[in-house]
């Protein structure tokens, strides 16, 4: 496990859903002069898709080195062949990272995705969060828009940022017997201080870094003094998680955790519900967003530790897939995300009772410890015990 690297100089912007989100990426893309690298679970062949995928056609057409990589089980039935055909004809270098030949397949090797999503451009932008490249309006049933943030960041961080996406296209370069390396990795200057913000970027790969992530939110939610705010779409932690947030709460702690109250994957819903007993009892406030679904992934522990990124809290982030968060040590910081969380608590959520979800009907608490156990079980066979 690799300590956080924290580099100051930075200039953090917090971007909500993709509203925020979509603009600012476009016009990086834009001003592309050298490069850009976007990886992405999702990239769908919807209104955000066709807009993004426009943009970085324009670039590869000014001689920009274009690279995307896109998941091959997030992106399945979401990246047509067409379009992958359009980016490749503009000068696009696209990479489908595990791409699913056998959908039905119970191969461990398909648990392990390419989860982050991180754009870098020209090594003085980037962009990290959990916003896939899906018009998050789009949602059918449902209040729009997705729940979600991402951060947009220049400064010496870039420095962390550049060699990571380099590392996977390389990485994934050596994988084809025909790869097109046009200007392998254009030389840029190291981005200067942009600002004065403390950050850094923490990853979860399967070499080198396979718990950076867990970590660093374990020592973070350790040595909280006052207040631990924790929004996350797919929360089933283990036991060590969970007593390193019962054990705050236990010390005069304010743990809020802020969970998808919609149902999405209904076995993780219930897998996760499965889990509310202990925590309530244990002091932990839980509060459940039905406003529209959430996609979040973020944190604010006291008032001056923060992170924005795509990993979610559970088996298939901290131990499978490759994420990537950026953690920020500034008040201001802290307190802007701080206040949206507690808007979307007060304007989208409801609080779980201890006393009410005792007394659920057998049928339930039934369903969710049938499918907790069948995700531990699963895991297990596969090789992946919670810790």
């Known amino acids: 496990m690799a300590t956080p690297r924290y580099v100051a100089g930075n200039s953090i912007t917090l971007l909500k859903n993709g509203a925020d989100f979509f603009p600012a990426l476009e016009a990086a893309i834009d001003a592309a002069q050298s ?13 955000a898709g066709q807009r993004i995928a426009a943009a970085l056609r324009r670039a590869a057409q000014r001689n920009v080195v274009v690279r995307i990589v896109i998941d091959g089980f997030g992106s399945r039935d979401l990246f047509p ?13 696209v990479f489908i990272y595990r791409t699913e030949a056998f959908r039905f397949s119970l191969r461990r090797y398909r648990l392990r995705r390419m989860h982050r999503k991180i754009a870098m451009i020209d090594g003085h932008t980037a962009f990290v969060g959990g916003i ?17 943030y991402a951060v947009k960041l220049s400064g010496p961080l870039l420095q962390e940022v550049r060699p990571v996406v380099h590392r996977l296209w390389l990485m994934l370069s050596w994988t084809r017997v025909r790869t097109r390396m046009r200007g392998m990795f254009p030389s840029v200057p190291p981005a200067p201080p942009r600002g004065a913000l403390l950050a ?27 207040e631990i705010i924790v929004a996350n779409a797919y929360f089933f932690p283990g036991l060590r998680f969970r007593r390193a947030l019962v054990n705050a709460a236990a010390r005069g702690v304010k743990v809020r955790l802020l969970l998808q109250g919609k149902v999405e994957y209904r076995w993780l819903h219930h897998a996760t519900r499965a889990l509310y007993g202990s925590l309530l009892a244990g002091g932990v406030e839980i509060i459940e967003y039905h406003k529209s679904f959430m996609h979040a992934k973020v944190a604010v522990i006291d008032d001056d530790w923060a992170t924005v990124g795509s990993s979610n809290i559970d088996p298939f982030s901290f131990m499978l897939s490759r994420e990537a968060n950026v953690i920020v040590r500034d008040a201001n910081f802290c307190a802007q995300l701080r206040h949206s969380l507690l808007a979307a608590i007060h304007d989208g959520a409801v609080p779980v009772e201890l006393s009410e979800w005792k007394q659920r009907p057998f049928l339930e608490r039934f369903e969710a410890w049938l499918a907790y156990g069948s995700a531990r079980f699963i ?9």
């Not at 490069?35 to 209104?47: C, G, K, N, R, W």
């Not at 896939?132 to 997705?146: A, E, L, Y």
């Not at 895991?379 to 810790?387: E, F, S, V």
Request: charged content about 30%; hydrophobic content about 35%.
């Open 81 to 93: 062949p067409e379009m992958a055909d359009e980016l490749l004809k503009s000068g696009v270098e």
């Open 35 to 47: 490069e850009v690298h976007l990886e992405t679970y999702i990239f769908a062949d919807d209104s």
């Open 132 to 148: 896939n490249i899906i018009d998050d309006v789009n949602t059918p049933h449902h209040t729009p828009p997705r729940y979600d």
């Open 200 to 226: 850094a970027l923490v990853i979860r790969d399967n070499l080198r870094h396979r718990d950076d992530i867990e970590e660093a939110y374990l020592d973070a939610i350790e040595n909280a003094q006052h």
């Open 379 to 387: 895991l297990g066979t596969l090789g992946y015990p919670q810790k």
